[in-house]
Nanobody, 124 residues
Framework: QVQLVEAGGRLVQAGGSLRLSCAASGRSFSSYAMGWFRQAPGKEREFGASISSSGGTTYYADSVKGRFTISRDNAKNTVYLQMNSLKLEDTAVYYC?????????????????WGQGTQVTVSS
């Protein structure tokens, strides 16, 4: 079992930056690829970024590529999402998720464990 707890969401102005963190419990964190997804009101949950278990491979949705950076610290059982140049359309609840494979994936159905989410609101 893996438990995930996100933190760092808040209200931020457009053009600003924010860093989300996701702390994981359990002994297998370093064996799992991790992902960040987001869900805006009335929309489906969508993929944002994924990182392999070693951290050597990352993958981004086109909507965040060049603005967001996913990283992880396996010694701290934590994955991060650095978000820069935030836009109004980035407003959503952000979820981290763990995949019981080492490789990255954008498919939400391949992630077995999910956090409770953290709200990010971008204002003009």
């Amino acid at each position: 079992q893996v438990q995930l707890v996100e933190a760092g969401g808040r209200l931020v102005q457009a053009g600003g930056s924010l860093r989300l963190s996701c702390a994981a419990s359990g002994r297998s964190f370093s064996s799992y690829a991790m992902g960040w997804f987001r869900q805006a009101p009335g929309k489906e949950r969508e993929f944002g970024a994924s990182i392999s278990s070693s951290g050597g491979t990352t993958y981004y949705a086109d909507s965040v590529k060049g603005r967001f950076t996913i990283s992880r610290d396996n010694a701290k059982n934590t994955v991060y999402l650095q978000m820069n140049s935030l836009k109004l359309e980035d407003t959503a609840v952000y979820y981290c998720a763990a995949r019981t494979r080492r490789s990255v994936s954008s498919n939400r159905y391949e992630y077995a464990y999910w956090g409770q989410g953290t709200q990010v609101t971008v204002s003009s």
